[in-house]
């Protein structure tokens, strides 16, 4: 395929789109993955060239949870390398598998994170219900069941590793589910787990030379602008309107995907 501008203009405004909807609620890869198939990639490139695009607007975020971090040492170092384990497994599975067997997965993999993420505000209620009873009751206040954490974590940073999209939320779940007691402590955790396993997969997608780089690297850039965009701007962008239009765009892909995978 020779690209033209417009797919250059296309791919740029999806990632933008993708950086800045990740920075307040999350779910770029409805954006970018769809959009990197119909600029003519092939399933596993488009999944890995997205996956490095949206990437960097990750790391960045680690810094803001610093303190969180260093007082939750002992889950930090664990997590981090469950998560390491997971989004290696997961990227791996991708790239040895075949396009066809991964493009009849998409679908369902949409299906999943379009579920994930109408199911957050329950979810999201039930996780902040049980950490105010920890924060009210700290005499009632229960260990972190590690072991189960650990290994609810390694199957979600494989799905990251995989896919991933909305495993943001079922990080979440896990680890307020597991005894993790404050909401800044989870959002700190869940950051550098999210982080860990794209970072080990887009470092396993580089080296097995699954990127198109003619397309990432200006998505990378655009991605960047538009999360520090979403994040300047979070305060005015109504996470109630965002996020029912992201589930509504990922049931949609999903629907799309199921009816259309035969003739791809």
Same mark, same amino acid.
């Given at each position: ?110 299906? *999943?994170?379009? %579920?994930?993420? !109408?199911?957050? &505000?329950?979810? @999201?209620?039930?996780?902040? /219900? =049980? ?86 690297? *200006?998505?990378? %850039?655009?991605? !960047?602008?538009? &999360?520090?965009? @979403?994040?300047?701007?979070? /305060? =005015? ?28």
């Amino acid at each position: 395929m020779h690209p033209t501008i417009f797919h250059y203009i296309f791919l740029a405004f999806a990632a933008f789109l993708g950086g800045m909807v990740n920075s307040v609620a999350g779910g770029g890869s409805f954006l970018v993955f769809p959009s990197l198939l119909k600029a003519g990639l092939l399933p596993i490139e488009a999944n890995a060239t997205g996956t490095v695009s949206l990437w960097p607007g990750q790391f960045t975020s680690i810094a803001g949870y610093r303190e969180d971090l260093r007082k939750n040492r002992r889950l930090v170092i664990p997590a981090a390398i469950v998560a390491l384990i997971g989004g290696l497994a997961g990227a791996l599975t991708l790239l040895r598998g075949s396009q066809e067997s991964f493009l009849r997965l998409v679908p369902y993999l949409f299906l *999943l994170g379009s %579920i994930s993420f !109408a199911l957050s &505000g329950p979810i @999201g209620r039930l996780v902040r /219900r =049980r950490v105010a009873e920890h924060e009210a009751h700290p005499e009632k206040a229960e260990h972190v069941a590690m072991a189960p954490m650990l290994a609810v974590l390694l199957l979600i940073t494989y799905y990251i590793g995989y896919f991933g999209a909305g495993a943001g939320l079922l990080t979440m779940a896990a680890l307020g589910m597991c005894g993790v007691e404050k909401i800044a402590e989870i959002n700190a955790l869940k950051t550098v787990i999210t982080t860990v396993a794209n970072g080990v997969a887009v470092i396993t997608f580089i080296v097995g030379g699954a990127i198109e780089w003619r397309f990432c690297w *200006l998505m990378m %850039i655009a991605c !960047a602008v538009g &999360g520090y965009t @979403g994040a300047r701007n979070s /305060r =005015r962008i109504s996470d109630r309107v965002l996020r029912p239009f992201i589930i509504v765009l990922g049931f949609s892909v999903a629907i799309y995907f199921f009816v259309h995978r035969g003739g791809m």
